[in-house]
């Protein structure tokens, strides 16, 4: 059997001993090589070709994002950041590496696990980050940290014949990465409120909305619970806040400690399937990147209620599951290149065609 290559990069000597040992214990894994820098981490990818990486956010020499950047760029390799990273700084550094192409984050070993849970979420997570095919991110080779803007005036009469008032939106593994892309694409005054459920891990989700509404042309926020949904023409993103379903219902937004919902909350199945009885034909949902098949089910229902729904295509997604469960569930009307979702949004706000300023 041909085992999972492994580099393993984290400048800590007693992490790195430990990240090494875990995983040389699994069968079906192998560290091919070590480092405890950002530099020395491209070498060793160039030159050793590796399935899978780990690594830190904090290295000397060269970060664990610029590493990220680079890498993603020049020598395309799925990576896993394990990081133990809790300060808002630090936080926003994990966002822009998973908006430059890494693939999942998972958190370093704090000494409360129970016995051997963080080890088998190490291995679990490294076979999985090591099956994605990843794509080549341009962003450290043309210097795209921060995208262009686009330049639209609303055509108000086209608006007020639009059916459309909530756009619904779920993404997963390669989540951050696209969603960033979508609402750079769209104008500050996209006038459609969107509900967003992205999965998230603690404690890498709790500043994750205050992140990419310092990213994003439109205000994001974590929804409140009891919040009423915006009216057309206060276009935001409101997003379900870590460990919480967010349901719409009577027109408020409602945050709730139901179930989990194929091991998620939030579940992106538990918002469509409430916006599809809230909004029925009124609502448009979009599912994209990530790994199982949480949103299929949901998405399906806001068809069936008249709404239209999206998928995104398989060559734009990191991981082509829940798109795929629910392109074969018959849920998706058209399946997107994600360059294409944003173009999409502003037809469906009623936005005449318009160019884009570079």
């Known amino acids: 059997m041909k085992k999972t290559r492994i580099l393993v990069i984290e400048d800590s000597l007693t992490v790195r001993k430990r990240l090494v040992e875990v995983l040389s214990a699994h069968e079906e894994l192998e560290v091919v090589g070590e480092a405890e820098d950002g530099k020395s981490a491209i070498e060793l990818c160039q030159k050793l070709r590796p399935d899978v990486i780990t690594l830190d956010m904090m290295l000397p020499i060269m970060s664990g994002l610029a590493a990220t950047e680079y890498i993603m760029a020049y020598c395309p390799t799925p990576i896993l ?21 890494a693939v999942d984050v998972l958190d370093k070993p704090n000494g409360d696990e129970k016995e051997d849970d963080w080890e088998r979420r190490l291995t679990t997570a490294v076979r999985l980050v090591a099956r994605v095919k ?5 962003r450290a080779k ?22 459309y008032r909530l756009i619904a939106m779920g993404a997963s593994t390669g989540g951050p990465g696209a969603i960033l892309e979508i609402l750079r694409g769209l104008p500050p005054d996209f006038p459609l409120p969107i509900l967003l459920v992205l999965h998230l891990g603690q404690p890498f989700a709790d500043t994750f909305a205050e992140w990419l509404d310092g990213q994003s042309p439109l205000r994001v926020a974590y929804a409140k619970h009891g919040d009423w949904l915006p009216r057309v023409g206060e276009g935001k993103v409101l997003m379900a806040p870590p460990d919480r379903h967010l ?25 469509f399937e409430s916006v599809a009885r809230e909004m ?13 098949k ?4 949901g998405l399906l229902a806001i068809r069936q209620s008249g709404g239209a729904t999206f998928a995104q295509d398989q060559e734009t997604s990191v991981v082509f599951g829940m798109p795929r469960e629910a392109a ?8 997107l290149p994600l360059h294409q979702i944003a173009p999409t949004l502003i037809g469906l706000a009623g936005y005449p065609q318009a160019r884009r300023r570079l």
Request: charged share 25%.
């Open 142 to 163: 043309f210097n795209l940290r921060n995208a262009s803007s686009v330049s639209r005036q609303v055509d108000r009469e086209s608006l007020s014949r639009t059916k």
């Open 134 to 138: 990843v794509i080549t991110h341009p």
């Open 328 to 335: 074969e569930l018959g849920a998706a009307e058209r399946v």
């Open 247 to 271: 349901v719409l219902s009577e027109g408020r937004l409602w945050l709730t400690e139901g179930p989990e919902r194929h091991s998620c909350r939030p579940s992106v199945d538990t918002l």
């Open 81 to 101: 950041i394990v990081s133990s990273s809790t300060n808002r700084g630090e936080l926003f550094k994990t966002y822009e590496a998973l908006a430059a192409g």
């Open 294 to 297: 949480d949103g299929a089910v």
């Open 280 to 292: 029925g034909a009124e609502c448009a949902g979009f599912l994209m990147t990530g790994m199982g």
